[in-house]
């Protein structure tokens, strides 16, 4: 793969996703940030800052994502947002890194779920590095299996928690070490 040619997306906050985006810049993959009015981020490079249509495009019922996540999501307009900005990323990245906890129902644990459900539901390739497990697993056949991914499309998603582990931050690292090493 040649990282010139390849787009990471994300949301531009604290921990996973700020991570990500530094690799990226290291290895020279452009990189897009998808936000909402009025929403603090933590990295402002290439920002594509999405207006109401834009977010309404990503909308879903808050029961819905409550049922689809094994959890309760109370209407809230920034709750709302966020999950339609993360429409937007995983719409446009076609395989998906998350960084975060997996429970016992096989989601994910906090909004980072959300990508996680996104992914499962449009078919993208879905690896997540699970911080307690310190190992990464993709989506095979309904269930999670330990696996060594690699960035393999043109186009990608990175997101995660924004507690981020020295176990998460090596796991970034190596992904982007092992997907784009010299020949």
């Known amino acids: 793969m040649n990282p010139q040619n390849c787009t990471l997306y994300h949301g531009g906050l ?30 402002e490079r290439n920002t594509v800052l999405l207006g109401v ?55 994910v644990k906090g909004g980072t779920g959300w990508a996680v459900e996104l992914a499962k539901l449009f078919n993208r390739p ?3 590095f699970d911080q307690n497990q310190t190992q990464w697993f993709t989506w095979k056949e309904g269930a999670w299996k330990e696996d060594d991914p690699r960035i393999c499309y043109n186009t990608f998603v990175g997101s995660g928690t924004r507690y981020l582990s020295d176990h998460g931050i090596a796991a970034i690292e190596q992904l982007f070490a092992q997907s784009f090493e010299k020949k």
């Open 14 to 43: 604290k921990g996973a996703e700020t991570a990500f985006g530094e690799n990226a810049e290291k290895y020279g993959v452009q990189e897009v940030i998808f936000t909402f009015e009025n929403h603090r981020l933590n990295r």
């Open 126 to 128: 879905l690896h997540v």
């Open 53 to 107: 249509e834009d977010l309404q495009r990503g909308d879903i019922s808050m029961e819905l994502a409550s049922r689809m996540m094994n959890r309760t999501y109370y209407e809230t307009e920034k709750i709302r947002k966020v999950l339609q900005t993360i429409y937007h990323m995983v719409n446009k990245g076609h395989q998906v890194f998350v960084i975060g906890t997996i429970l016992d129902d096989d989601s």
